[in-house]
T-cell receptor, first 113, second 111 residues
């Protein structure tokens, strides 16, 4: 299997622009997680899905962030409008079943100018 | 609220040395604890997962222990190699599939 796939790998945008990050989980995995990593705060869970349904979005920082999982093989994380403080590395991870090992994608490095 | 702390934040050792990385957590009501490795500019790679009912897990030169009652875990690396240089992250999973991460220990193994 190719592992968790994320795109783009790098994104540079200007404040106020919409940003869409994409994730393809490992085939057969039924849980999907979006994380954000910064130097100051470390890795933080933003939202996770189980069987395509959002289970917990308490980590989403504010209404500018939204996430969707229209099917078992695709998810998006959208930031609209983007702000410089959103600059971070965003990771997607997937797992098979509850409380199993999470497999991480390579991340998307986002820079908002 | 669960908090995970990793000490030290950075560690530099000569090749061949055995070393221990530490992880502590504030809420002992966990389902499992995981150790990950992160290389610069890369994602996380799962190293070991210890279920709450287990005391330790081993994989090759790595051994992770868990003392749930005291809120501690250690990752032991035997005969360290330069290729072990990376950041090691500890994460605990509570009752909701949510992983709470520590900020990691950056390990450098010098040839």
């Amino acid at each position: 299997d190719a592992g968790v796939i994320q795109s783009p790998r790098h994104e540079v945008t200007e404040m106020g622009q919409e940003v869409t990050l994409r994730c393809k989980p490992i085939s057969g995995h039924n849980s999907l997680f979006w994380y954000r990593q910064t130097m100051m705060r470390g890795l933080e869970l933003l939202i996770y899905f189980n069987n395509n349904v959002p289970i917990d979005d308490s980590g989403m920082p504010e209404d500018r962030f939204s996430a969707k999982m229209p099917n078992a093989s695709f998810s998006t994380l959208k930031i609209q409008p983007s702000e410089p403080r959103d600059s971070a590395v965003y990771f997607c991870a997937s797992s098979f079943g509850n409380f199993e090992t999470q497999y991480f994608g390579p991340g998307t490095r986002l820079l908002v100018l | 609220k669960q908090e995970v702390t990793q000490i030290p934040a950075a560690l530099s050792v000569p090749e061949g040395e055995n070393l221990v990385l530490n992880c502590s957590f504030t809420d002992s009501a966990i389902y499992n604890l995981q150790w990950f490795r992160q290389d610069p500019g890369k994602g996380l790679t799962s190293l070991l997962l210890i279920q709450s009912s287990q005391r330790e897990q081993t994989s090759g030169r790595l051994n992770a222990s868990l003392d749930k009652s005291s809120g501690r875990s250690t990752l032991y690396i035997a005969a360290s190699q330069p290729g072990d240089s990376a950041t090691y992250l500890c994460a605990v999973e509570g009752g909701s599939e949510k992983l709470v991460f520590g900020k990691g220990t950056k390990l450098t193994v010098n040839p």
